[in-house]
């Protein structure tokens, strides 16, 4: 098995077959976006495969003015493949291929209080899985309509202001659904309307 960046008709199957399936809508940035983000430079999508076959993948966003800095946009392993370790192997080769970078940012929904017990539990799991990775919580946001628990991989600066500036300019002034961070009385901001 091997990490490696997906080509572009790689990149379309995944977005259709994967990506689209497994994550909610207002969580699925358009095709169009990953793409031109790919054009200039700032995002990188990585399948880990076993000979031709996807198993799973990660998809890293950066912005240039803060190169000690990297967003795990999505991580995920295919249907087929799940509950094997296969998130935890993609996670590690993550940390070697980024080690040149200070700190390694995701992002998982947070729990809602009075929320859907089951869903709940899922948030919960997938939280102690990035921690089990060795990411550490640092704060909320809000993005895509929801309260999402930041965390980092690597030593963050001390207090919070540059990680949040960081953290804020990968995703772009455009991004006004996007509030980082996001205080504990703040709501998320709408989701944004989805562009082809």
Request: one cysteine or more.
């Amino acid at each position: 098995m091997y990490l490696r960046p997906m080509t572009a008709s790689e990149v379309k199957q995944w977005y259709d077959r994967e990506l689209t399936r497994a994550f909610p809508p207002d969580e699925c940035k358009p095709l169009s976006e990953i793409a031109a983000l790919m054009e200039r430079g700032r995002y990188e999508a990585l399948g880990l495969y076993a000979e031709d076959a996807l198993l799973g993948y990660a998809t890293l966003l950066w912005e240039p003015a803060w190169p000690g800095y990297v967003l795990l946009d999505y991580l995920g392993v295919t249907a087929a493949h799940r509950n094997r370790g296969l998130g935890g192997r993609i996670c590690s080769q993550l940390r070697a291929r980024c080690r040149d970078r200070a700190v390694m940012i995701t992002e998982a929904e947070a729990p809602v209080p009075g929320g859907d017990p089951a869903e709940n539990a899922l948030r919960c799991r997938r939280l102690a899985f990035y921690e089990r990775c060795g990411f550490r919580p640092v704060y909320e946001i809000g993005a895509c309509g929801a309260r999402f628990q930041a965390l980092v991989l690597g030593t963050p600066p001390e207090g919070r202001a540059e990680l949040a500036a960081a953290h804020r300019a990968i995703y772009g002034p455009e991004r006004t659904d996007v509030k980082v961070p996001l205080g504990p009385e703040e709501c998320p901001p709408p989701p944004r309307e989805r562009k082809g």
